[in-house]
């Protein structure tokens, strides 16, 4: 499985972004998919994740509220909708995959190469 996460950029405070992540060379519909994000000197944190049928997501307490993530199955592909940004939201944001059905921040077999989001204040 690749995936292959776009749509960072920079935004100011209070701004907007949507992240995409697509995937090929396996059978998405079947694939939980999660949101990470990363900054310099930091662990990574998980921002969230969507379960194979997209009946089912969690986001971190960090984001909720303000972050969703939503997936076209048809499209094989994962959205993270990013509202009312911070600052602190300022990270490189990964796409991952699991065949295992769960919104645990555990167990991603296939990562995407991330995608940065800079909010400036």
């Known amino acids: 499985v690749q995936l292959q996460a776009s749509g960072g950029g920079l935004v100011q405070a209070g701004g907007s972004l949507r992240l995409s992540c697509a995937a090929s060379?396996?059978?998405?519909?079947?694939?939980?998919m999660g949101w990470f994000r990363q900054t310099p000197g930091k662990e990574r944190e998980f921002v969230g994740a969507?379960?194979?049928?997209?009946?089912?997501?969690y986001v971190a307490d960090s984001v909720k509220g303000r972050f969703t993530i939503s997936r076209d199955n048809a499209k094989n592909t994962v959205y993270l909708q990013m509202n009312s940004l911070k600052p602190e939201d300022t990270a490189v944001y990964y796409c991952a995959a699991k065949r295992e059905s769960s919104l645990s921040r555990l167990g991603y077999d296939y990562w995407g190469q991330g995608t940065l989001v800079t909010v400036s204040s």
């Open positions: 060379g396996g059978t998405f519909s079947r694939l939980s």
């Open positions: 969507i379960r194979w049928r997209g009946d089912s997501t």
